[in-house]
């Protein structure tokens, strides 16, 4: 067969199946392109029943070895579990689990959480990644994931519960949107007349939460005073932190790698810093996973039940994580693969026609919406 023709025959494929063009930059695809040229004359792909079952299973733990270097980071960086609600095309709700730090977020899994405690699931989470290695958890402001916070606070003291600052905000700044005018003016004045009071008592209240939050952290009494000693040669300026050359590095270097380099007189305050800040402050990660979900839970005509959704996600959402630490998605033939020319928004990039559908794998009907009928493999 000519070049001409095969290059057709691709194309046509990819739009049979509405697979966006940028697959072709996709590195996974260019080695099941080579893996196939190599195969023994004859060779045909697998079968439905076996690539859905079988195949699929061995591909989830294929994923889970690759994702172990980042797993080894939740001991040294600590992880925040990340959860949001969605309902599927079922009208089931979902709630999903993400473990994430500053090696970017890794999907854990999602459950069908109708009649069963948020608190269950997220309490299922931390035992499985570690109660030590997490460091907080956060959610949206649900008065069911403030029950949640409660009752995960009397389980481990020393994990936060920490609502998504972009919900904290979109709500406030709702509330203040037809007074903001004449918000913003008075601010202005309290702010001039009441300054110096003003920053002793926000001094006053971080170095109280700083304190209140070391106690929770802590151990034991010895690691809490130790933290405290550290803390006070951190703010007050002493010893490294004096040196003119620490601080121009404050301000032009990571603070993770900051602290990396310049946290060797106080080790214990320096690991609960980098802890801290390799953490997420809203659930946007948890968010956008839906749009995966989105993707494979068609609204018109999948049926896909959740265990083998719940494969498929974690597939397609580690895959996508762990390219991304490789030097050849920064730069050349497959730099940003997963990013559709036709939409930057890189979650989502997953091409959507209108009404495509991911292949059923449950159902030997398909609903055509003009009733069902059967399949066609």
Known sequence: ??????????????????????????????????????????????????????????????????????????????????????????????????????????????????????????????????????LQVVTDNAANCKAARREIEKVYRHIFWSPCCVHTLNLIFKDLSNEFLWLRDTYKRVSTRWRSEKDTKRRHRSHKNVMEAFERIAENKEEDRVLREQFVTFHMKKGIYAMALTQADALTLDAIDWWSMYGSETRELAEVAKKVLSQPISSSSAEKNWSTYSYIHNVKTNRLNSKRADKLVFIHSNVRLLSRFSESYKSGPHKKWDVNPESMYIEGSSARLEYMAWENLDDKLVDSGKGKRPRVD
């Open 1 to 134: 067969m000519e070049r001409t023709m095969v290059d057709m025959k691709t194309v046509k494929g990819l739009c049979a199946n509405g697979i966006p063009f940028n697959v072709l930059r996709n590195p996974h695809f260019i080695e099941m392109d080579d893996a196939i040229k190599k195969a023994p004359s004859g060779y045909k792909p697998p079968s439905f029943d076996k690539a859905r079952t079988v195949l699929l299973d061995e591909c989830v733990r294929d994923v889970e070895k690759d994702l172990m270097p980042v797993k080894d980071t939740w001991y040294t960086q600590g992880v925040s579990i990340v959860s949001d609600g969605w309902s599927n095309v079922k009208r089931k709700p979902l709630i999903n689990a993400l473990a994430v730090n500053s090696r970017g977020a890794t999907f854990m899994y999602a459950e069908d959480f109708s009649g069963v405690e948020i608190s269950k699931l997220l309490l299922g989470a931390i035992d499985t990644i570690g109660p030590s290695n997490v």
